[in-house]
């Protein structure tokens, strides 16, 4: 079975080859930096610029060698990638295994990332970086929002892989403490299983199997539309969201209120039940017989999702605007716009080739048709 190994990125590759005799401040200047984009550093941190070119540079040749002790010794990734292949990286080349490396959106972890993914790719391993967007320990926002985006990108890249039957791993040999933490939770939820590997020559790989996690729909159930709502952006008053458990909201105390990191986790896991049964009665949104006879008629679970998923996002969306359609107008996703010579009706896209076909009424949106893109055009 093919694999896909989603593997941390820290940067000891680059801090491990700092000469703390004749190098006693490269060490201070690269923690005091650690958590900038490359812009920021080459703006404000020139030296910083070429101390990382010259580690980059040492890091390289470090590894650029076919002694395997010395290759897992520099790098704890790579160490980790190693055990899971019981040495012979080979094997992930033969069984066409993809990898894909997580890093901070700095430039000392893209540039670590950077190394790590040439000496896997000159091997002959399918292999990418994904940053995501503000991931760094610079503040709690910035780490919780990077985290947001992670578990956005794994729902999004990484389940489809799940359903074609790959097995999943999460090597966290690498990386901060920090983003260990909160990897080694999101993993129960995504892959099949973990592996760690203790500090200490010839330490053995540690593999954790997916833990039977199951989620209480039962709980979850009486509030999808405040889940799917603030899946799609809304900020929603406190009361309204009474009696969601605390943990998936954000900020905890706080008057008005969203998904939090792992409000969206448990969201993203159940949401295809949720949002797959009936209609939910969206605010500004009314569905005529003839839509919701077209919802009916769909037989993919998937679609229904991403349907209702729009829906979510066109009622919240009209009501940041108290009804005003013209902010459906600036959503590059929705495309939405008037139909030629065929009245007041207008129409906007769910996905590349479907759509739904509406008439705006009074800070109201009455849908009329969903479906085929040509089917909907020829009869909206």
């Not at 391993?125 to 709690?140: E, K, N």
């Not at 008439?359 to 109201?364: D, E, H, L, R, T």
Request: aromatic share 10%; hydrophobic share 35%.
């Amino acid at each position: 079975m093919s694999r896909v190994v989603i593997s941390t990125i820290g940067t000891s590759l680059l801090t491990n080859q700092i000469n703390r005799n004749t190098e006693n401040n490269w060490y201070s200047r690269l923690r005091d930096t650690a958590n900038i984009t490359f812009k920021e550093i080459a703006d404000q941190h020139p030296d910083v610029t070429e101390i990382i070119q010259v580690l980059q540079t040492r890091g390289k040749a470090k590894i650029d060698t076919d002694d395997i002790n010395l290759i897992r010794s520099a790098s704890a990734e790579l160490n980790g990638i190693y055990g899971l292949y019981k040495g012979r990286l080979e094997t992930g080349k033969e069984q066409r295994d993809i990898h894909w490396l997580i890093t901070t959106d700095t430039y000392q972890g893209i540039t670590t990332a950077q190394i790590v993914k040439n000496f896997l790719q000159k091997r002959g391993i399918i292999v990418d970086i994904y940053a995501p967007r503000q991931l760094s320990t610079a503040s709690s926002e910035s780490f919780s929002n990077g985290i947001d985006d992670l578990i956005s990108w794994l729902d999004n890249n990484i389940y489809p892989y799940k359903q074609s039957h790959y097995q999943i791993c999460f090597n966290l040999v690498g990386s901060f403490k920090s983003l260990q933490g909160y990897l080694n939770t999101i993993g129960m939820f995504y892959a099949d299983e973990i592996i760690y590997i203790f500090e200490g020559k010839n330490s053995e790989l540690i593999t954790i199997p997916r833990l039977p996690i199951s989620i209480d729909y039962t709980a979850i159930a009486p509030y999808k539309l405040q889940l799917a709502l603030m899946d799609a952006g809304a900020v929603m008053n406190a009361e309204i969201v009474r009696g969601i458990h605390e943990s998936m909201i954000y900020p905890p105390g706080k008057s008005e209120l969203t998904l939090s990191t792992w409000g969206q986790l448990v969201w993203n896991q159940c949401k295809k039940e949720m949002l797959s049964q009936e209609l939910l009665p969206f605010e500004r949104l009314q569905y005529r017989p003839s839509f919701v006879a077209d919802y009916k008629n769909i037989r993919s679970q998937d679609e229904k999702v991403k349907l209702q998923e729009t829906l979510a996002k066109v009622s919240y969306l009209l009501n940041q605007s108290n009804g005003d359609t013209s902010v459906l107008k600036k959503d590059g996703g929705l495309q939405y716009d008037k139909y030629t010579n065929k009245g007041n009706i207008e129409h906007f896209r769910v996905t590349q080739g479907l759509r739904i076909s509406c008439v705006a009424i009074s800070g109201m949106l009455e849908l009329r048709r969903y479906g085929a893109e040509p089917v909907v055009n020829n009869n909206p």
